[in-house]
């Protein structure tokens, strides 16, 4: 798209990077949701099947319901702004850290670690694109930005 105008060249700039934090926010809260919704199902973030509970532990817990004692870790996902174009999606709950690596009795049922790998490069692409384009339609036409 050619530039037609250069007396707004800030504001287009502001523009932008407001939607590229933008759309970074929202592409991490998705990420989220979809990290929420393999663990309803005993998956990780690529929705791969976590390992089965041992029999013992079956037995002990009385359900065979993965990383669901009390739901508070899973309640304890969280996306925040780390800087003007840096997000952080985490697990509060620090017990995360033995389901992420494993012990010696306990198999890794890994949650976040897929997501951080294998980040849905086509997803935050699509996500910024269309934040950055409605800043810039935005921009030309003189309408809000939202």
Known sequence: MPVNRSDNLREAETAIVAAFSTGLLEAARSEL??????????????????????????????????????????????????????????????????????????????VLGPAKTHLRAGHLRSVLTKRIAKAILALKFGMAIR
Request: no cysteine; aromatic share 6%; hydrophobic share 30%.
């Open 33 to 110: 949701e979809r990290i929420e919704r393999n663990w309803d199902q005993d998956k990780d973030a690529l929705g791969r099947s976590w390992t089965p509970l041992a029999e013992s532990t079956i037995r002990k817990k009385g359900h065979s319901r993965i990383l669901r004692e009390s739901g508070s870790m899973r309640q304890s996902g969280f996306v925040s702004r780390s800087g003007p174009n840096a997000v952080t999606l985490g697990i509060a709950d620090p017990k995360i850290q033995i389901h992420e690596w494993g012990t010696e009795d306990i198999p890794p049922r890994k």
